[in-house]
């Protein structure tokens, strides 16, 4: 049975966890948990923070201008002996658990602040460190950015490492990104754009925008404005906020983040094409179905990113920064320790619990499959900890019941005879090839259509066996309270 | 600073009306759907099926 670690660089940091969050870390007893056969999930997800400055100085920024001022302490850059001990730790950890697949976000701070040659030195460690000892691991690989240093050469660097690119934009107009600036008070969109129209002239490169909510901009114009650079995928933020420092507008019982949500929504589900992918609508479209999540603001799955500071540090989830100081540290370094002692540490534990570490009424709430109690940092009061609802409850309950019933009435219209539909333009390709070239042709996508359906026809019987709930999990009553 | 009355207020503020019933929906049932956005988007969650473990619980500060 693992103990929690106190060792002289942790117990400090939990310190501090005890006065300012006493849920997780006075009442979550990680012992009792592994005791109880509650295994934990490996991480899966590595951001390496290899610039600890940044360009810009964007008003609202969790790193620079909330709780948190440890950027201060950590070194301009992540130096090659941290980053080869943390391609060690991540290959480490791959083999330990038999990863088929880590995650590498490159971030900071601005990861851009570093030369073109230089830029794919992380990636390219770990893919050396993972051929030694998790051969069968393979890795994908994105830079989180704010573009405005986006330039030919650096691109082609990242291009031919294999890194795709995610842009941070408030909006594709000047006036969205007022709050995007240096520390000269000077705007970024300029130079974010022109890196943008480069990204968007790549798209085997561009991963997509992320975009924090203002609601001081109108949701539609803002949407178009961003569609004019071609992303594959708009991530659309909540500001980061608490119970603390509620978000602006925040003025219960209204719900303006969930309107500004659904007029998004509203102009993206009725257009007469899929014009880009929005993370959270898919998110919450996938929850409602019962299909995993692959985001971390949202359903019950469990936390599966660390964070490795520029000094070395594991941190947990960045954004916790914004809760109060030191709310990410974890007191632990890669120099001393493996990512399965990281597993173990309060902070991630109560993140990779699910339905048992939410307050009360969150538990039995019938939305909690889908939104999961929202983003962990959006539940935080001061001296109590994470286990409230999210500050944002309100505005997701409108949310999710805002694309549910738009989901059944789009479930409700009649189907199509895809089949029937296809049959011409199926019927031309055919009189164009040879018999024997058009078998040969469709005998690979056949097979892989009916293995999908195979699998999708499996999981939609599972589903069913679970009843409306789908599948429960095992409460966790002795080992968390 | 939200108080909590506010947020005990905040989290019984439900929307009337139950949420709908989606119990009878699922991708098997969706593909082929005539919705020139909802198609496409449950062809991508195909992907969530046929490969589980390579959903990654995506990183919020990141985009991909």
Request: proline share 8%; glycine share 8%.
């Amino acid at each position: 049975m693992r103990q929690t670690d106190t060792s002289d660089t942790v117990l400090p940091s939990l310190r501090n966890h005890l006065v300012h969050a006493p849920w997780p870390y006075a009442r979550l007893d990680v012992a009792a948990l592994r005791a109880a056969g509650h295994r934990p999930h490996p991480v899966r997800q590595f951001v390496l923070k290899t610039r600890s400055r940044c360009n810009l100085a964007c008003t609202y920024c969790y790193v620079y201008e909330m709780a948190d001022q440890g950027w201060r302490a950590q070194p301009a850059a992540m130096s090659p002996a941290t980053t080869a001990r943390a391609a060690d730790r991540i290959a480490e950890h791959a083999a330990a658990h038999d990863l088929t697949r880590v995650d590498l976000v490159l971030h900071g701070g601005e990861p851009l602040l570093t030369a073109p040659a230089e830029l794919a030195a992380p990636v390219d460690a770990v893919r050396a460190a993972l051929a030694r000892t998790s051969p069968r691991t393979r890795v994908t690989a994105t830079v989180q950015t704010n573009g405005t240093l986006l330039t030919r050469g650096r691109l082609g660097a990242l291009a031919a490492a294999g890194i795709r690119v995610g842009v941070s934009l408030d909006g594709g107009l000047p006036a969205h990104n007022a709050r995007r600036v240096d520390r000269g008070g000077r705007p970024g969109f300029g130079a974010a754009a022109r890196g943008l129209r480069l990204l968007a002239r790549h798209p085997e490169s561009y991963a997509g925008v992320l975009c924090v909510v203002d609601l001081a901009q109108d949701p539609v114009e803002t949407y178009e404005s961003l569609l004019d650079f071609a992303p594959p995928v708009i991530g659309l933020l909540l500001p980061l906020a608490n119970w603390n420092t509620p978000p602006p507008g925040h003025r219960p019982p209204r719900t303006p983040y969930a309107d500004w949500l659904v007029a998004v929504f509203e102009r993206w589900w009725h257009d007469a094409a899929l014009r880009t992918r929005i993370r959270i609508f898919e998110e919450i479209i996938a929850l409602l179905l019962g299909l995993p999540a692959a985001t971390e603001t949202l359903g019950l799955a469990p936390a599966a990113t660390a964070v490795i500071e520029t000094d070395g540090g594991i941190e947990q989830a960045d954004s916790l920064k914004s809760a109060y100081e030191g709310a990410a540290a974890t007191g632990m370094t890669v120099e001393s320790h493996g990512f399965d002692a990281f597993l173990d540490h309060p902070g991630l534990a109560a993140r990779q619990l699910g339905r048992e570490a939410l307050a009360e009424g969150c538990r039995a709430c019938e939305l909690v499959e889908v939104c999961g109690g929202g983003h962990y940092p959006h539940r935080y009061r001061a001296a109590e900890g994470f286990r409230q609802p999210s500050v944002y409850c309100a505005d997701l309950q409108v949310l999710i019941r805002h694309i549910a019933a738009a989901l059944r009435r789009a479930a409700e219209r009649p189907a199509t005879d895809r089949r029937a539909a296809e049959q011409p333009a199926t019927d031309r390709q055919a009189a164009e090839q040879p018999a024997t070239d058009r078998r040969a042709a469709e005998r690979p996508a056949t097979d892989r259509r009916a293995a999908e359906q195979q699998a999708v026809d499996r999981r939609a019987a599972d589903r069913r066996a679970a009843g409306p709930a789908g599948p429960g999990r095992a409460p966790l009553r002795a080992a968390a309270s | 600073m939200a108080t909590r009355q506010q947020e005990a207020e905040t989290a019984a503020s439900a929307c009337p009306g139950r949420l709908p019933d989606l119990s009878g929906f699922d991708l098997a049932a969706l593909r082929g759907i005539d919705h020139p956005v909802l198609a496409p988007v449950i062809e991508g969650m195909v992907q969530r099926v046929t490969h589980p473990a390579e959903i990654l619980n995506a990183f919020d500060s990141g985009v991909a």
